[in-house]
């Protein structure tokens, strides 16, 4: 994905744009650039690299003028290059543009383009649209632009300025998210909220297929056949607090720090002496109660929380869960029935793979569930019903406190449904519900020990290769610890079932290869204990994550990592904890760049 800015007003749009553009560089930071109109010209300033390296340029070569847009870019087509970074401009440099999506068309419009004499400069599918609006150009800035778009397949947000019209900008959506932001004397184009925030509160969500012409003090909204259209104003409320690092060094250690206080509000909201509450749940409980089969497809983090979903529901609800990637589900023709139920679980709400699988689902007539942190994503609102989990914007790459918040979400969700479909007895519901308030503390028990991971992490930062294993409702956390290390540190770190791992993965095993192993108490904790030995009895190094006061465990291990104590099906909460700081401390000795790690990007917007 990429993050997209656009500026008109009496500010300087250079200052605007920067820092708009550090608020979303989450979004991507292969490169950066601006494109402003100064006194009647386009000056387009970009480069390879992260957002400071665009900073250093226009401090030497800064630009003026009140009206231009800025990108962020996660290279799609054609590498992270200086040459391939947006803005991209047409042959006269009349136009400038900005985009986040992929034009599934762009090469053979591309082909036709040059051969109608246009000069490409860049690789990317992106630059085939400025020079489609240079050769639709009527005079007309908003018809040029519904004839390129009706000619575009695939997704795009555009913002685009024009040296022919240089007191207005123009955005686009179609499949990805852009909003509009109305000030006082200037207005705002963004991908995404964050970029907002202290510059105003209204805004606009464009649907897909929707087009914005903006002034300074106007803007207009039209559909894709270029008729006008009427959108609501919306307030946002995101403060400075919620998007800034506050005193942390890193998001990613201020949102696991935050997970005490995300997991007790949403405890808040959602439990009312012995209610369960679900805001914005469009779903009744006669549709609810004749749900006969559940598929939650969903990606990465996502997906490990889901697999934490089908314990929860299959245990709570008696309802069979299934548990797809959602890469693999949008196209394994799944067997659907009337009485299935999809779930799509997504922190961002854009994941093009999720939405995809949204999509399928909704092609077969099925109802879908969305649970996602941004209710004005394309998940949460191409979905029947949604469950805000209340996270708060997570701007850390890896997901921390959207995956505890959607595991706490599941577990209510699943809860609410046992109890709807009498398949709980409310003194179990009732249990359930108290350890649940317990957890806030007992994860913040855990945070401050933080001292004692970083430590740890000092003496493993340097292995290159680490092994994560769980049973039960903890090889999901096997599987998120593994997938936190190798997303922020470059390890090569892999989760498995630890039933699973004498069936071959064992082979892995010597004294360089630092094995993770989730033993907390519970049902399945001797055949944990037995999974150690077999690890050990092979020279390996063993970190475990125990129950305080288990002392027997420590005859087993190297390292011994203690959490409170909580009933199983909770634990997996509190147990990822451990493993997030870890990854987090072993990354930062790793000299790693903790919040935007390499290649990846906060949310992965194409297929
Ligand atoms: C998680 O740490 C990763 N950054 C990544 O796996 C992420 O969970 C995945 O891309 C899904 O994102 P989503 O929840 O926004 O759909």
Redesign the pocket.
């Known amino acids: 994905m990429c993050g997209i800015v656009g500026y008109i007003g009496d500010k300087p749009a250079e200052s605007v744009l920067l820092v708009g553009l550090e608020r979303l560089k989450y979004r991507g930071y292969d490169s950066a650039g601006v494109a402003i109109i100064d006194d009647g010209d386009i000056i387009i300033r970009k480069s390879a690299g992260k957002l400071r390296v665009l900073d250093e340029i226009l401090k030497e070569n800064p630009v003026n003028g009140t009206i231009g847009i800025g990108h962020t870019r996660w290279a799609t087509h054609g590498g992270p290059s200086t040459v391939n970074a947006h803005p991209h401009n047409d042959c006269k440099n009349k136009f400038a543009i900005v985009h986040n999506g992929i034009i599934e068309n762009y090469a053979l419009l591309k082909e036709r383009l040059i051969q109608n004499s246009h000069i490409f400069k860049s690789e990317t599918d992106t630059e085939v649209i400025v020079h489609l609006i240079e050769e639709n150009y009527n005079g007309n800035f908003l018809e040029s632009v519904v004839k390129t778009v009706s000619q575009l397949d695939g997704s795009f947000a555009l913002a685009i300025i024009s040296e022919y019209h240089p007191s207005s900008m123009v955005a686009v959506r179609k499949g990805s998210p852009l909003i509009v932001g109305k000030g006082d004397g200037e207005n705002f184009i963004a991908s995404d909220i964050p970029a907002l925030v202290n510059l105003t509160k209204r805004i606009y969500y464009l649907d897909d297929k929707e087009i914005a012409v903006i002034t300074r003090d106007d803007i207009q909204f039209y559909d894709f056949s270029g008729k006008e259209i009427k959108k609501e104003e919306k307030n946002i409320s995101i403060t400075d607090k919620l998007v800034d690092k506050s005193e942390y060094e890193h998001y990613m250690l201020k949102e696991i720090m935050e997970q005490p206080d995300i997991v007790a509000s949403i405890i808040r909201e959602r439990i009312s002496g012995e209610e369960i509450l679900f805001n914005k749940l469009n779903f009744d409980n006669n549709y609810l109660v004749k749900i006969g089969r559940i598929i939650i497809q969903?990606?990465?983090?996502?997906?490990?929380?889901g697999l934490l979903g089908k314990f929860f529901i299959e245990g709570f609800a008696r309802i069979h869960t299934e548990v797809d990637i959602?890469s693999e589900f949008r196209y394994r023709n799944p067997v659907i029935e009337g009485d299935t139920l999809v779930v799509a679980?997504?922190?961002?709400?854009?994941?093009a793979?999720?939405i995809a699988g949204l999509r399928e689902a909704k092609s077969k007539f099925i109802k879908v569930l969305g649970i996602?942190?941004n209710m004005a994503s394309t998940?949460a609102r191409e979905s029947d019903a949604v469950i805000d989990i209340m996270a708060g914007p997570e701007i850390?790459?890896?997901?921390?406190k959207?995956?505890i918040a959607?595991v706490v979400s599941l577990f209510l969700f699943s809860l609410y449904m046992g109890k709807i479909k009498w398949a709980l007895q409310p003194e179990d519901i009732n249990m359930y519900i108290n350890e649940l308030k317990k957890i806030p503390e007992k994860i913040k028990e855990i945070v401050d020990k933080k001292d004692e991971i970083e430590r740890l992490a000092e003496q493993y930062y340097n292995r290159n290769n680490f092994i994560f294993l769980g049973r039960s409702y903890n090889y999901p956390t096997a599987f998120?610890g593994a997938?936190?290390l190798k997303?922020?540190s470059y390890i090569h770190s892999t989760g498995y079932q630890a039933g699973e791992f004498k069936h071959g993965p064992i082979a892995l095993i010597d004294e360089n290869v630092p094995v993770v192993c989730i033993a907390t108490q519970g049902e399945i904790y001797n055949k944990m204990v037995s999974n150690i030995q077999e690890v050990k009895s092979r020279d390996g190094n063993i970190i475990v994550i125990a129950t305080e006061g288990d002392k027997q465990i420590q005859k087993f291990s190297d390292k011994v990592i203690y959490v409170p104590n909580t009933i199983d099906i909770l634990s997996p909460i509190l147990n990822v904890v451990p493993l997030q700081l870890l990854s987090y401390y072993i990354a930062l000795k790793r000299g790693c760049d903790v919040d935007q790690?390499r290649n990846?990007?906060?949310?992965?917007t194409v297929e």
């Open positions: 969903a990606a990465g983090t996502s997906w490990h929380a959602s679980i997504s922190q961002s709400g854009e994941t793979d999720t996602c942190n998940i850390g790459v890896a997901s921390t959207a995956y959607q998120e997938l936190k997303e922020i790690p990846l990007a906060k949310s992965v």
